[in-house]
Structure formats: structure tokens, C-alpha cells
């Protein structure tokens, strides 16, 4: 894969399930670098294989599909270039698709009540004159605003104290066409809360969400269902507890509603703070209000940070669940029994759909960003080829497995990808952000990148990493580049007793956690080549008050004890870094401010030591992931510039098409390898 090969990735969204099983619909995106945007229509297909996908919108950037209960209408987010995504329903039978909401902020997703009558949503809803609301008023000349609280931004939103999400309910006529006109939206809730992850009562009676509206709501990570009639009224908490709650659903089986289905943290300690290392997992609770029990052990089974929505049909719970660097589907008996794993191996389930007995899977691997698998009693059926065009080039490598053992005897799961050709090849280190996410079965864009560059790239998930269960995740907490740091270097010099890698030439690199490993290690040792620490988690004493999430975060990974926390510093350490270090940041990133970045930029810049700041505008944390196109292939090629300086190869060309930084080096700066 070439940074020019992002226009090739086509990346499946969840699917949505016709109530009779027949068809899926899914939306691709896909990136159009010449116009510097994302694109996405939907695409159809028959569950049964029977005919490939075939494009069924053709909007600017269509998403979030999901087929009302009588099968009439498709609902979707549509938007227009620069525009924010709006409400609209297609009919099954054969039409054009009509828009419903005029959000300033846009919609997000439907959610059908049973009647097929009624539509549910979340938006945010700005303050007046504020975000475009009041004409002749720009973002600079808006009032000021006065913070009273701790939770008052994020990352890649911004401000959200003046601009909340609440619930929204839209009811349509008979017949959603130009003629007919289709009613205001009814505001449902409000207040100064965020309010989520909307759904119906399978009797259309009653509306539950995810809010924090409790006391502390403003100090802790709890989170809460509530319940309320369809107009707002009769507004109660479903669950008690200190957990944090995500995703509930009923089952639509019965009728009554008896049961709430969630994803949960079962347990965020006293203060509910205490995330690190915690499991989310499948729980259920009383309607009628109550504490979530889990129906998975949250000590083995985590759903991740992005697993989706949990999907419950015919008496099963469907859920993605994270293992060993996979994501396997699991069909969790609501009636008791052991769960059965429906995808597992080496793949990662990125959305779960169900409808009319079939279950319909959005599946990535090491060489496709995802394809729709079907599911029925004893049987599979890939159902799509969106990694094709990326697949035809030929230059897709496949990774492999390996585990390590660290200082302790502790085992460190990892992988090796290598370039096509004999070695030795030049290696490079990645290590992953989080630190409670892994790296896996999937295909992740930077790692084909290096390695057709002629680069071999070792990934590994150490202790920190989530998919091996609670004790694995939580080993590193009060005690930062300890016991990890242990298991990325065991892992690397296991790696390198492979003949094929060249151990004399080794880069290391990282973003966000992986940022401050990288930083960390620099500071360390003297055995890497070079180092690009991205987007980094540099310092935890100035991160408490710039970061949208410093408030808890710092306090739960490295303590309060100042000694401590110096001790697990990566900037701390960076008056030892004499190797060439690339800082690379975005100047709107929430989420580890830029003085993260720029902090250690200075540092090693007033020593002499070779570095370079390469600064993304307008972008968040997330640049590298879902910036801007055109920065996204920038950054790629800024990266690949990088390693041609010190660590050169034949495939690496883009080390002359870009400008270099200066030609000089400071005296003791190690020459090119």
C-alpha cells in the first residue's frame, strides 16, 4: 500500500436487516483526495449471495441506514458537501429519498419506533447566537463563555456545555413524499445534559437513553439509563449504580418490555473514576429500574470503546467482543447457557445487524477494512468485496503472529509484517494509543504503508492493552512505562533474532499512548535510529488542566504522589534524548493539547538534537484515523520522508519529494544511517 492507495480503501459502516432477512444495506465511505473530503453512499445486497452489492444511493455522504419494522422506508443521515448530516427516508418500493430535519448541528442516527411511524434521535442544540445561529455572528464574535464546570469540551467536537445533546421525536404521514408536509420535530428532553443512545419500548410507549444526571455528574464517569414517555413527560432512572452505561436495547420479543439489554462498566469504584483497565460488557436490568447485572464476565469479556450497539433478536444477545487482538461475534443466550462464538479467529467485527432470522456482520482483517458476512443456523456467506480495488494492487502483506517473553515471564502478543523480497529489512516499532485498546486483526493503513516502503513493523499489545482480559489491562496502572515498557522492548528483541530483520537498524514510533512510549524510550536508551512520537501523552502534570479529559485521566494512570508521577514523566526524561525525534501534533488536539508536543519540540531543539514539529491545522487527535484526506496522505508521506533520512531503503522514495528539514546538524548529532 502507497499513502496514495487511501483513495482505494472502501470501509463498510453497520448494516441495517429488512424485516424479512432478504437484503442488507450498509454505508462505504470512501476518501476523494482530489476534493479533500469523505464520501459515503449506501450500498444493497441479498442476504443470500445471490447478487453482488449494488450502490442504492448516490448522495454526497449518506450513513447510519436502518429499515423500519414494516419494511416500507429506509431511514438515513444525509449530507451535502460542508453540510451537516440531516434526517431522510427512502421508500422500499421505489422513489426518491426525502429529507426531514434541518438540525444547525446536524442529526444523528434514526431510531424506527415500532408503529414504522415515528422516528427517534439525538442533537445537539446550540445556544443562541452561537455556532452559525444568529446572522453576522462568527465563532470570534460570539459572547464569551463563562465555565463552571469540569466536563466542558472534546475532543473533535469542541465546546459541549453550550451546545447539548438531547432527544428528538419526528412523527410521519402516510406518505413522505413533496407533497405531503412533514411535522416540526418534538424536542424530547433537555437540560444541561448530554443526552445519548436513544431507543424505543417494543410497545412505542416509552423512550430510554443514556444520560448523567445524577449529583456528581460533573466529577465522575457514571452514566445512566433513563426513561420517558414519547412527549418528555414521566422522566425517570432506570438503572442505580456506578457504572457507565452505553447502548440499551429491549428485546423485541417481548412485548412488554420487561428487560433492558445494555453495555456497561459494571463498576467504576466509590468515586467512579476508576476506569482503567475496565471491561465493557453485556448487562441486563429491570425495566422498572434497578442495578445492571452483567450477563458476561467482565473480567474476560470486553466490548471495547467502539463495539457498536448491542443487538438483541429471537431470545439472543449479538455482541462484538475483544480477544487476543480479534473481535469475535458472540450469540449470547438470553435464557442462560454458554455463548457461542459466531466469527472468530483472526478477524475484527465491526457492527452486528439482525432481522428475519439472518445476522449480518461487518468483518475487517488483515488486508480488507471490512466486508458484510451473513450468518444463519449453520452457515456463512461473505456477502461483499469492498477491499477489492485495494486488494488488486498486490501490495497488501499478511501479518504474523508472535509472542514474546518479557523480563518477568510474562507473555507479549504481538505481530510481525515484513515486505515482499529477502532482508535484512530495516524495522520499525509501532506501539498504539489507549493504552486500554489493542492492535489486531484489521487492516491498519500505516503498517501496509511502511511496509512497502521496504520497512518490517512490529506491533505488539503489553500490558495496558485491553482483549486480555481486566488484570492484563490494569498491571500498569500508578505505574506508567514500567511493565509495559518491559513488554514492547522484550517483544522487539524477540523479533529481531528473526534473520530477515536488520537489528542494527530499528526506528521507534507511536501516537498518543504510544506518543509517550515513544518519548519515553528515546529517553532511555540510545539503540533506536530515530523516533516520531505523535499526538503525545507527555507530561501528566500540565495534561490535568489542558486536556478535555485530564480531569480523571492522569489521577488514574500515574496517581497523585508528585514523585511518582515524575517517575513515569516521558518529558521528564527528554533531557537525555540526543536521538532524532519528528514530533508530529494537530493544533486542535483536545486530547493531548499541542504544548504535549511543542513542550518536547523545545526541549530537544534548545540541546541541538535533531527534530522537527510538523503541525496539522483545524485538526483533532483523531488526524491520523479521520482527518482531512489531503492530511491524512500528507502525514504519510511526512512520515516515509522521515524514515528515508535514517533509515533509508530502496522502496522509500518520498525521502526526495517532500523538502527535508536543515541540511546542518548540530555538533553530537549522529549522522543519516
Known sequence: MRPADLALLRTPGVATVSPDGSTAVVAVTRL????????????AVPTDASAPA??????????????????RWLAFLGAESGGKPQLHVLPTGGGEARRLTDHPL????????????????????????????????DAAGEAPRLITTLQYRADDVGFTVDRRRHVFVLDLPDEVDDVVPVPEPVQVTSGDHDDTDVAWHPAGTELVFVSARHAR?????????YACRPDGSHLRRVTESRSSCSAPTYDPGDPEGRTVYL??????????????????????????GGHPQPLLDPERHDLGHDFGRVVVADGDAFVAVQKQGAVELLRVPLAGGEPEALVDGPFTTRGIAAGGGVVVATVAHDRSAGELLAITPGRRRLLTGFGSPLQATGRLRPMRER????????????????PAGEGPHPVLLMVHGGPFTQYGWHLLDETQVYVDAGYAVLQCNPRGSSGYGQEHGRAIRHQLGGLDADDVVAFLDEALQEPDLDDSRVGVMGGSYGGYMTTLLLGRTQRFAAGISERAF?????????SDIGFFFADQYVGTDPERIAAQSALAGAHRITTPTLVVHSEEDWRCPLEQGTRLYVELKRRGVHTELLLFPGEGHELSRSG??????????????????????????????????????????????
Open 628 to 673: 482531512r484526506p489531503r492530511h491524512r496522505l500528507a502525514r504519510l508521506e511526512h512520515v516515509l520522508r522521515w524514515w528515508g533520512r535514517w533509515l533509508p531503503t530502496p522502496g522509500n522514495s518520498t525521502a526526495a519529494a517532500l523538502p527535508a528539514g536543515p541540511a546542518d546538524r548540530s555538533e553530537g548529532e549522529p549522522a543519516p544511517a
Open 54 to 71: 449494488r450502490p442504492l444511493t448516490h448522495g454526497h455522504r449518506d450513513s447510519g441506514p436502518v429499515f423500519s419494522p414494516d419494511g
Open 217 to 225: 455528574a460533573d466529577r465522575d464517569l457514571v452514566t445512566d439509563v
Open 106 to 137: 446536524g442529526a444523528g442516527a434514526p431510531v424506527w419506533a415500532p408503529d414504522s411511524r415515528r422516528l427517534a434521535y439525538t442533537a445537539r442544540v446550540p445556544e443562541a447566537g452561537r455556532y452559525g445561529t444568529e446572522d453576522g455572528v
Open 263 to 288: 453495555a456497561a462498566q459494571p463498576d467504576l469504584g466509590p468515586d467512579g473514576l476508576d476506569f482503567v483497565g475496565r471491561g465493557t460488557t453485556l448487562c441486563r436490568v429491570d425495566a422498572a
Open 32 to 43: 476523494d483526495l482530489e476534493a479533500d473530503e469523505y464520501r459515503s453512499q449506501l450500498w
Open 538 to 546: 507527555n507530561d501528566p502534570v500540565s495534561f490535568v488542566g489542558s
Open 403 to 418: 509472542t514474546a517473553t518479557a523480563p518477568d515471564g510474562y507473555p507479549v502478543h504481538g505481530w510481525v509484517t515484513t
